[in-house]
């Protein structure tokens, strides 16, 4: 539950941000439609893995987390069960989110330094 949260709370943080202006409303857009698409990833992926399907690679299920789609990657993961015993994987997706972060709080600290 932890995580569902954490993306939730970051995905209002980001909706403030652009509110106040801090950064441009295109970035929640951009935060819930690369979500939207990592989440239905891992669902293809789960549902693939269940049929012995050819399955979505994890260098692209960790790309759309660090693109953006982490909120979504880690709300899929806990809905579905997808990937969520897999120490590595949770290691590098949880790389991506502080890489992510990072990243964002940096433009937009510079973004509001140069007001």
């Known amino acids: ?29 951009f935060y819930a439609a690369a979500s939207m698409a990592a989440a239905i990833a891992y669902r293809l992926d789960k549902s693939a893995a269940e049929r012995h399907a050819w399955r979505t690679s994890e260098k692209m ?3 759309m987390a660090v693109i953006g789609g982490w909120p979504g990657a880690l709300v899929a993961q806990e809905v579905f069960r997808h990937k969520s015993r897999k120490l590595s994987f949770r290691l590098v997706l949880w790389t991506t989110v502080a890489l992510n972060c ?14």
């Open 1 to 29: 539950m932890f995580a569902i949260g954490f993306a939730i709370l970051f995905m209002g943080v980001v909706g403030g941000l652009a509110i106040r202006g801090l950064v441009p409303a295109a970035v929640p857009v």
């Open 61 to 63: 299920l960790h790309f």
């Open 102 to 115: 990072g990243a964002l709080t940096w433009l937009t600290w510079m973004a509001y330094r140069s007001r």
